[in-house]
């Protein structure tokens, strides 16, 4: 893989647009200072996506753009492409050949393009990701990096070692696994505040529940009185109901009389509006005839107009029909025979028109006659109705007013009636409110003496429910500590767990051999696992036993054969084992005695040290087969309190280990291992007897919470017994029943004074209604007298008007079946003169036909002079054209005068329907006085009904019941306003319960639902913490495997390279950092050319230090390699000796990468096989020139 092609257009000083075609092996670009050279560095370093201006020399990145020159103007753009061979499939991508391009915009618009699509800039940072081909991968070098990466900035030169080893790609993994983990967290923290809240929640509906069973109770109650009254009330409004109905009948009856009497006045009335719509429609007729004539008169001037226009066209155009003329004698023929029969049809349908005219003058004449006739008629019959009308209308005010006397009479009686009744109801009433008066006092002094005492246990029950709340408050806290460190402790168990199953910490070959069966049926041991210790020791001897804990137990040398050769074989790597079988049985010389002598000498006077805790093997908890290994292994290893005290130990006693509590570790050889405190997950040693143990706290734990628990039942029960909403809805409901006392005993002192009142005022008014009774007496019987005589003699002329009503309709029929007959006679006389005119315009156009046919053959037979008489013959066709548009100009004033005696004969019919109309009018007026009266009584049924419908939905709302009609006997005697008052009390006693959630029981059951399914998220919650936990450690475990094992890869690697560059005897090394996360460890580079020790690399010369960085670049090379290197003035610092060494470690490197080098140094220009020179021809723009030595590069 290799760069094959770069354009350039716009890009700094690249006005022109540029193209540069890269080979293989190793490209040159020299030039002069300032000519640009750098500038196309800088390009690739940019379309490869750097997104620091600073990086490119710049203070914002639209300064790349070409900002123009005194002889050229600046630039709107700038663009920049790369084109990748991709042969070798480096790149994730299935194209051979990749293209990526950046664009630039003056207003900061950037574009990045992938194969000439459009894309993102991701897109092409993940393709470039741990390839070393990224815009800051060590893929390009430039001398000011030199100095980077030898400094003391770790961070560039930490970032080559992640480049290489391909780590990226996980530290990203491992930054959104955390994310991820924060927002567990937090969504747990959520739940567990919503379990808190719905807990609270669920108890409160245990106690909800039992306020509605109370609720219920009273409620019974109240159905069956409140259903009763209703009953009682229905009966009452069904009753009245139907005595307004009778009225209502009556009434109705009299109105239906009237009814008819205007169904025939109207009657009449559809027959005049018939015979006006019939004028109607033959005045409409008599239009379209005068429209259609008026059409026809334009077509016969449009006609003229044409044949006008004929004559011109036949001048022009005389020669064309010369081949026409044996066609037209053809068509002459057959035209004049069509004129022949055209003749004889004109002549027979002018015969019938002649008789159609006169029978339609006769048919005329006698309808003339039987109009006058009828009219007549109709005046006299008016004139008989209007005397009729006139009589009726004075008996029926009569009637109405005898009506309404009598109605006036009935209602005076009903009203003395009413307040006779009323007076003796109200009596009754008053005396038995005085009784009740005397029972609500007494009532009243009871409740009283309940609400004190109510009052006086509330206030005690209130102390203690406030009393047990604190003791429930304090267990719950306990209760909850508990379940926390019971929760830690299962976290802590499962943890453990997980990292024993997964052999977390064990080495791979070690790993291998316990999971594989391949080898052996025998049970696998480690050593890690074999002993215990107190927690307070465990990271002491977890360092102590640091280099042994991985030992695989082996019980005999065989079993050892077996696990090296399946090492081997499945090449695993190394192992550390024990074999059982070793016994230590070596003979002891006499200075190895002399020496143990010493040694335990010194044990007794370590013991004395104040920093003295113990020997670490004494602190191994194991079974009696184990503690030799334990004590051959630890026998010369002190625990101390911390590392000072370590360190104190040891520069006394060189001969021993010191371990400290923290975990840190000073051997006898005077290494130490020391830093932050190891992790729960860090440690191997003893973790299976760890997790037992911690087990065994369980039921501890279990049983603390379960006893705190038991105590808040306890206190709860005793809690749910104090209801100090009952004893204040006892209280309250005393209270209200003072109240209510005392509103009873106010409502009743009022109403047996508004009592009294209402007595008097009912003797008045009865006095009053006597008298006029007396007097309606009189009228009554005066008009009754009157009405019967005019009742006589309207009979009589009804007689009379319904004779004439006979005879004029009878008249009527006469005249409108002659009228038919006319009308009939017309249309078909107007058929026949159509037809008639049809022939007529058949033969004008035969006429015309043949004239053209003549001139036409007369032209085509002669010369002009035919022609000249065909245009007279055209002219004489217009003439006759003529005439006939007078004939239809006289048609069109007939017509109109026609409609213009139509439209007087509708006028006419107008005028004597509006008469009839005013006679309907004064009818409907009566009419409308009766329906008033109905309406009344409807009002009053609209209103019994609406009290029916609310009483019936009242019920059916309340108590889902539908009311049926009773009767009751008693319905005189029941108190209504009792019940009433019974009735209201108990809604009173249910509204002062507050409010009742008769959904307790259902919302009981959906909340507790609801928080086994809040604890179960809960659940997940936690599981899925410990899933993304156990994520990062394997992500962090497989990129720390990565970076250490590339990291040794380089740095054996730069001890090579350096000693290529410099001399063999020479020395440089690369050190991690210890006790630290390798993937967040420092890299110290150590690099000591022959006869020099310097403290730091910085103290090296510029050359040194460039070598340095080369043998670090070139180790990175050989691990992970690079497709291309881009090499900007790295050689500058170098003597010409350290050149050659240079340029001959690039000649061994240019087989696999290519190197684009871009220098001023004459020996480095050698080595190049092609080499590009840029030059600056034009003032401030850059341009390249080739110089080709192996092959040829075309540049544009």
Request: charged residues 35%; negative net charge; hydrophobic residues 30%.
């Amino acid at each position: 893989m290799y760069l094959s092609k770069l354009e350039i257009f716009g890009f700094k000083s690249f006005a022109n647009k540029t193209n540069i075609n890269f080979t293989k092996g190793i490209t040159g670009i020299v030039g002069p200072n300032g000519c640009g050279k750098t500038n196309i560095v800088d390009a690739i370093r940019w379309v490869l996506g750097e997104q620091k201006s600073s990086t490119l020399r710049s203070d914002k990145m639209e300064n790349v753009i070409f900002n123009g020159t005194k002889n050229r103007k600046p630039m709107g753009m700038s663009e920049v492409s790369l084109t990748l061979v991709n042969d070798k499939g480096i790149l994730p991508t299935e194209y051979s050949e990749v293209t990526i391009t950046r664009r630039i915009f003056r207003s900061g618009e950037s574009e990045y393009l992938l194969n000439r699509n459009l894309c993102r800039l991701k897109d092409i940072t993940n393709l470039f990701m741990d390839t070393g081909m990224g815009s800051n991968a060590y893929s390009v070098i430039e001398l000011k990096m030199i100095e980077t990466i030898l400094s003391s900035k770790a961070e560039e030169r930490r970032r080559l070692f992640e480049e290489a080893a391909g780590v990226n790609k996980y530290k990203l993994r491992r930054r959104l696994s955390l994310k991820k983990l924060d927002d567990v967290k937090a969504d747990l923290t959520r739940v567990n505040d919503i379990v808190s809240e719905v807990e609270k929640t669920v108890r409160s509906l245990e106690r909800q529940a039992k306020k509605a069973d109370k609720y219920n109770q009273i409620q019974t109650v109240l159905r069956e009185k409140e259903i009763d009254l209703a009953e009682r009330e229905f009966y009452s409004f069904h009753k009245e109901n139907s005595e307004l109905h009778e009225k209502k009948s009556t009434l109705i009856t009299r109105k239906n009389e009237i009814d008819t009497d205007i169904r025939k006045i109207e009657n009449e009335l559809i027959l005049f509006r018939d015979q006006i719509s019939e004028v109607d429609s033959a005045l409409s007729e008599k239009r379209s005839e005068l429209s259609e004539n008026t059409n026809a008169l334009h077509e016969l001037q449009k006609n003229i107009s044409v044949s006008e226009e004929r004559i011109k066209s036949l001048e022009r155009n005389l020669e064309k029909y010369t081949q026409e003329i044996e066609e037209l004698k053809y068509q002459k023929e057959e035209n004049e025979e069509l004129i022949s029969s055209n003749r004889i049809s004109i002549t027979e349908y002018e015969s019938k028109l002649s008789g159609k005219d006169k029978e339609i003058e006769e048919k005329q004449n006698e309808i003339g006659n039987q109009k006058s006739f009828l009219e007549e008629k109709r005046e006299l019959l008016k004139v008989k109705n209007d005397e009729s009308l006139n009589k009726f209308k004075e008996l029926s005010q009569k009637e109405n007013e005898l009506k309404n006397l009598k109605s006036s009479h009935a209602r005076i009686n009903t009203s003395i009636e009413t307040l006779n009744h009323k007076i003796q109801k109200t009596t009754t009433s008053i005396a038995k409110s005085v009784g009740y008066l005397e029972e609500l006092e007494n009532e009243k002094l009871e409740v009283q003496k309940k609400l004190e005492e109510s009052e006086s246990t509330y206030l005690q029950k209130q102390k203690e429910k406030e009393n047990l709340e604190k003791e429930i408050s304090s267990l719950k806290g306990k209760e909850l500590e508990g379940k926390s460190a019971l929760n830690e402790l299962k976290n802590k168990i499962d943890f453990l767990h997980t990292l024993i199953t997964n052999l977390e910490g064990v080495s791979k070959a070690s790993k291998q051999l316990i999971e594989s069966e391949g080898w052996t049926d025998k049970d696998k041991t480690l050593f890690a696992d074999v002993g215990n210790t107190e927690e307070k020791f465990r990271f002491a001897l977890e360092a102590s036993l640091k280099n042994v804990l991985n030992n695989l137990l082996l019980e005999k040398y065989d079993d050892l054969e077996k696990a090296i050769d399946y090492l081997k074989k499945n090449d695993l790597g190394k192992a550390s084992f024990f074999i059982l079988q070793l016994n230590d049985t070596e003979k002891k010389s006499f200075i190895q005695k002399l020496y143990e002598y010493s040694i335990k000498r010194k044990e007794k006077k370590i013991q004395k040290e104040s920093e003295f805790l113990s020997w670490a093997y004494q602190l191994v908890e194991t079974s009696e087969n184990w503690k030799p290994y334990f004590e051959k292994i630890l026998n010369k290893t002190v625990i101390t309190e911390n590392l000072e005290s370590a360190i104190t130990l040891h520069k006394k006693y060189s001969d021993f280990n010191f371990a400290t509590l923290d975990g840190d570790f000073v051997n006898k050889d005077g290494i130490v291992e020391a830093g932050s405190s190891p992790k729960l997950d860090e440690t191997l040693f003893g973790r299976k007897q760890l997790v037992e143990n911690l087990k065994n706290e369980i039921p501890k734990h279990e049983e603390k919470i379960k006893s705190i628990q038991e105590k808040i039942i306890s206190k709860e029960e005793e809690l749910s017994k104090i209801d100090l909403k009952e004893l204040s809805d006892r209280g309250k409901i005393l209270m209200n029943e003072v109240n209510s006392i005392d509103k009873q005993i106010s409502q009743i002192e009022f109403e047996i004074k508004k009592s009294n009142e209402e007595i008097d005022k009912a003797q008045q008014e009865i006095n009053s209604l006597a008298s006029e009774s007396n007097q309606l007496d009189a009228r009554i019987d005066k008009l009754e007298n009157d009405i019967s005589n005019e009742t006589q003699q309207r009979d009589e002329s009804q007689e009379e008007l319904r004779k004439l009503e006979n005879e004029v309709k009878i008249f009527e029929e006469e005249y409108n079946t002659n009228l038919d007959e006319f009308n009939k006679n017309k249309v078909e006389l107007e058929r026949l003169k159509g037809q008639l005119e049809n022939l007529h315009n058949s033969i004008d156009r035969a006429y015309k036909t043949e004239e053209t046919i003549i001139a036409t053959l007369s032209k085509r037979e002669s010369d002009i002079n035919s022609a000249n008489e065909e245009i007279s013959t055209i002219k004489v066709i217009i003439e006759e054209k003529q005439f006939e548009y007078d004939e239809l100009y006289e048609i069109r004033n007939k017509l109109e005068t026609e409609a213009s005696e139509i439209q007087s004969r509708l006028k006419s019919l107008k005028e004597e329907a509006s008469s009839f109309e005013k006679k309907l009018h004064s009818i409907r007026n009566e009419r409308q006085n009766i329906s008033d009266a109905v309406h009344e009584i409807e009002i009053r049924l609209n209103e019994i009904k609406l009290r029916l419908e609310n009483l019936f939905n009242h019920i059916k709302e309340e108590y889902s019941l539908d009311l049926e009609l009773k009767e009751y006997d008693d319905l005189e005697n029941f108190d209504f306003k009792e019940r009433s008052r019974e009735v209201h009390g108990l809604k009173e006693q249910l509204k002062n319960l507050g409010p009742i959630n008769l959904l307790a029981y259902s919302e009981y059951e959906e909340e507790k639902e609801r928080l086994d399914f809040l604890e179960k998220q809960r659940n997940d919650l936690i599981e899925s913490e410990k899933d993304i936990i156990n994520t990062i450690k394997e992500i962090n475990n497989t990129a720390q495997t990565l970076f250490l094992e590339t990291f040794n890869e380089i740095r054996e690697n730069f001890r090579k390279i350096f000693q290529t560059l410099f001399n063999p005897g020479d020395e440089a090394d690369l050190i991690l950092e210890e006790n630290v996360d390798p993937l967040e460890a420092k890299i110290e580079i150590i690099a000591k050319p022959k006869g020099k020790r310097p403290t730091g690399i910085e103290l090296l010369s510029g050359g040194e230090k460039t070598l340095t960085a080369t043998a670090l670049l070139f180790a990175i090379y050989l691990v992970k390699p690079s497709p291309f290197c881009i090499l900007d003035e790295v050689d500058a610092p170098l003597d010409d000796a350290n050149i050659d060494r240079f340029t001959k470690l690039l000649k061994e490197f240019s087989s696999n990468t290519q190197f684009i080098i871009v220098t001023h140094n004459k020996r480095t220009m050698e080595a190049a096989e092609n080499m590009y020179g840029v030059t600056i021809q034009e003032e401030g723009v850059s341009k390249l020139a080739a110089v080709q030595f192996n092959e040829d590069l075309p540049v544009q």
